[in-house]
């Protein structure tokens, strides 16, 4: 029952957030729904990244990870979106070619540590 609690979790949140990024994309115009629906997204990456972790019964007390799993979403976030760039990690980005499947995967994965 808690394997199907938890794809059930993942799964609704794939499906929300498909639905509601159509629908903010359909029905929003200007230049803010390009900013909405990328925070959109993070959001539901780092929530996919929460659910995968849900069963797990060990959780650590440590408040590092958390704390370090947010602000380094938020850099990135707020990076993306080119309210802030960070000169000496560009030319590490441009290196590792961090495009938006990289970026997919560490929203995930910060997600992930959150709750770890």
Same mark, same amino acid.
Not at 12 to 18: C, D, H, N, R, T
């Given at each position: /029952?808690?394997? +199907?609690? #938890? =794809? @059930? $979790? %993942?799964? *609704? =949140? =794939?499906?929300? %957030? @498909?639905? *509601? !990024?159509?629908? +903010?994309?359909l029905y929003l115009h200007g230049d803010v729904v390009d900013t909405i629906v990328t925070i959109l997204i993070v959001m @539901? *990456?780092?929530l996919f990244g929460v659910s995968l972790n849900q069963g797990r019964k060990?959780? !650590?007390? @440590?408040? $590092? #990870?958390?704390?370090f799993a947010i602000v380094a979403m938020l850099i990135v976030v707020f990076m993306e979106l080119g309210y802030f760039m960070l000169p000496y990690l560009e030319p590490y980005a441009q290196y590792f070619k961090l495009d938006a499947f990289y970026m997919v /995967?560490?929203?995930?994965?910060?997600?992930?540590?959150f709750v770890d």
């Open positions: /029952m808690q394997d +199907i609690k #938890r =794809i @059930a $979790f %993942s799964l *609704l =949140i =794939i499906v929300g %957030s @498909a639905l *509601l !990024s159509n629908f +903010i994309t @539901a *990456l780092f060990k959780k !650590s007390k @440590a408040v $590092f #990870r958390k704390v /995967m560490f929203y995930i994965f910060c997600g992930y540590l």
